[in-house]
């Protein structure tokens, strides 16, 4: 059954995925026929979170978009506790709407420990928190969760814009800010950019995520506290792409260079239709 909620923002959402077992998520965090992916992994993760309040920091994610999952419609979240060890846990969560699988999730955890190893991720060149040309939320043109997200370009095209590039680089922030990031936020918004390869095409055409692999380079756990209205800076490349499918990798970070995650997209692609 259908019944129509008023926007709400995704710290809404996220307090309800930490105490329900049942919730409906509203049109504006829409995405064609579907929710927002970056939306249903946040959640799942926030389910996780705190049932795992003794796992230690996240590590990776794996997800798996298996089908859409309908605004304004009720879904329920399932959790399961795959393995505690001493100092690597794993869980894993799905989202069901109408008896089947949406979404699945599968976090890793892993407590610190002493180690002689000590290698540190160079620091990127992000240059001016904030600049580039922003991507407006336009109704009916640009996906309705866009409505809830900052974006601005750096380089790279915009979504069948014809580009001859093969990257992405800009800036993200969300527009209903947390007085500090929580992790699932960053999931949400890792997952907000438009697959790299739609600035390849001419005209609309749908895509869709398949699976997505995020590496934690720095748990937030492990640093000061970021902002809610902190620039975030998203680097993505399309490393091949044929066949209806392109695999992009991606790192995100702070505006002084500090890496925060490695995220890695198979993305579908039906710009050719039989």
């Not at 965090?29 to 705190?50: I, P």
Request: net charge negative; with cysteine; charged share 20%.
């Amino acid at each position: 059954m259908t019944t129509l909620h008023p926007p709400q923002p995704l710290s809404f959402y996220l307090a309800q995925a930490s105490e329900c077992d049942e919730l409906s998520i509203d049109a504006s965090w829409g995405q064609g026929r579907t929710t927002f992916g970056g939306m249903s992994a946040a959640l799942l993760l926030q389910r996780v979170l705190s049932e795992a309040s003794e796992a230690g920091p996240l590590r990776a994610l794996a997800v798996q978009f298996c089908g859409p999952l309908q605004c304004n419609q009720t879904c329920r979240v399932d959790v399961r506790d795959l393995r505690q060890g001493r100092s690597v846990s794993h869980w894993e969560a799905e989202l069901y709407q109408d008896g089947e699988v949406t979404t699945r999730l599968n976090a890793c955890f892993g407590q610190e420990r002493p180690s002689d190893i000590n290698v540190r991720a160079p620091a990127l060149e992000c240059g001016e928190p904030g600049a580039g040309q922003a991507m407006p939320y336009i109704q009916g043109l640009t996906p309705e969760f866009v409505q809830h997200i900052d974006f601005t370009y750096v380089d790279g095209g915009f979504p069948f814009s014809n580009s001859p590039h093969n990257h992405l680089r800009g800036w993200m922030r969300l527009k209903d800010s947390p007085s500090a990031l929580t992790t699932p936020q960053l999931v949400a918004l890792i997952d907000a950019w438009p697959p790299a390869l739609l600035q390849k095409l001419k005209q609309p055409a749908p895509c869709a995520s398949v699976s997505w692999n995020l590496e934690i380079i720095q748990p937030l756990e492990t640093l000061p506290t970021i902002a809610g209205d902190e620039w975030l800076y998203y680097d993505v490349d399309i490393r091949q792409a044929h066949h209806g499918y392109g695999h992009t990798e991606a790192r995100i970070a702070r505006s002084d260079g500090t890496l925060l995650a490695l995220s890695r997209q198979l993305v579908a692609v039906y710009d050719v239709r039989d």
